[in-house]
């Protein structure tokens, strides 16, 4: 188990700057790796409500749960490695497994809660190093929709924020206001639960 500290900037791409920027970092379909976010929150969106998220990562050979709260400048991580039967089981029946993520949604005040599957969000991400930190190319797909996004993550927020802002100019992306994935997941579920209602 490990608490990180996540400092991360993200802008939503059109599929043509997304495109664009990979040619321009030369990523082809090989740097591409595909990982399955699963969501999990309480009926009436606890987790949501506290401005936390816990998921479910699934990359291809390792399971790994994780409680993220937002923080001043960046979010905080709590992880927890996970076996492939313990997933399947907490995918047909949620619950929190014993450890340090149970520890910490107890001391959020969050005990006996009825946790729910929400779903999930597959994505297909590239990876590369730029100024001091990371750029992640992703392609997202969840809900019948699909987005394209890039993050910049940084060890630094003042510097971070500094970079990727002038990394937008250089190749003249609009900027943004970038929902998270679990945010923009949330919001087309409840638009596709007002459709089925109408």
Do not use: C
């Amino acid at each position: 188990m490990a608490k990180t500290t996540e400092i991360e900037f993200k802008n939503l791409l059109t599929k043509k700057e997304f495109n664009l920027l990979l040619r321009t970092f030369n990523v082809s379909s090989h740097h591409f790796f595909t990982q399955v976010n699963h969501y999990f929150d309480t009926k009436d969106f606890k987790f949501k409500k506290m401005n936390s998220a816990l998921r479910i990562r699934e990359l291809p050979n390792s399971f790994e749960m994780t409680l993220k709260r937002a923080g001043h400048r960046g979010s905080l991580e709590i992880n927890q490695q996970l076996e492939k039967s313990e997933v399947d089981a907490i995918l047909i029946n949620p619950y929190i497994p014993d450890g340090e993520i149970k520890n910490a949604i107890h001391e959020l005040g969050l005990k006996d809660i009825e946790l729910g599957y929400f779903g999930s969000l597959t994505t297909h991400r590239a990876e590369v190093e730029y100024k001091n930190g990371q750029l992640v190319f992703d392609h997202s797909l969840y809900l019948d929709q699909e987005d394209y996004e890039v993050e910049y993550e940084a060890a630094n927020w003042n510097e971070g924020s500094t970079i990727f802002r002038q990394f937008l100019e250089i190749y003249k992306i609009e900027v943004k206001m970038t929902d998270t994935k679990i945010g923009r997941m949330y919001k087309a579920k409840m638009k596709k639960q007002k459709d089925e209602e109408m």
